[in-house]
């Protein structure tokens, strides 16, 4: 297992069959956080030349949370040995050209759950929506 949190968060990613599908790459990720981005192409969007799905940006939410979560234990590989619980999302303004940068950060992690909350942005900088999540930590099973 590698002691890098870039290397374990992307290698997670490749782990996981959703992030592949959306196209999700890890550019940064340290203890409790994590920088996400997704390349947009028409797949994501309601019709060629709208705006991104708020779906994704939801998912992308949902994803930069958990992400940030799975840099702080060893049971979160692909997505699993943790579970979202409640997810909120705003949505601030449709996003536009370039790729969407989701950043994840945990607010607290106890023993069985945890919070966090994300900002996604668009190619240009502008903030597009912004969440919560709560997670529950799922232990190995014995």
Same mark, same amino acid.
């Given at each position: 297992?590698? !002691? /890098? =949190?870039? !290397? =374990?968060? #992307?290698? #997670?990613? $490749?782990?996981?069959?959703?992030?592949?599908?959306?196209?999700? $790459?890890? /550019?940064d990720a340290g203890e409790g956080w994590v920088r996400l981005r997704v390349p947009v192409k028409d797949g994501l969007r309601n019709s060629a030349g709208a705006p991104v799905h708020g779906g994704v940006l939801g998912s =992308? %939410? /949902?994803?930069?949370? @958990? @992400?940030?979560? &799975? *840099? *702080?234990?060893?049971?979160? &590989? &692909?997505g699993v040995g943790q579970a979202t619980l409640d997810l909120n999302v705003s949505f601030l303004a449709a996003p536009g050209d370039g790729d969407i940068v989701a950043e994840g950060r945990l607010l607290r992690r106890g023993r069985s759950i945890a919070f966090g909350e994300a900002r996604i942005t668009d &190619?240009?900088?502008? +903030? %597009?929506?912004? @969440?919560?999540? *709560?997670?529950? +930590?799922? +232990?190995?099973? *014995?």
């Open positions: 297992m590698p !002691t /890098d =949190l870039l !290397t =374990l968060a #992307r290698e #997670r990613a $490749q782990a996981n069959l959703f992030w592949c599908y959306l196209g999700v $790459q890890v /550019d =992308l %939410v /949902d994803m930069a949370v @958990g @992400g940030a979560l &799975g *840099t *702080t234990h060893e049971n979160a &590989g &692909g &190619g240009a900088g502008k +903030l %597009v929506a912004v @969440g919560r999540a *709560t997670y529950m +930590l799922l +232990l190995p099973k *014995t």
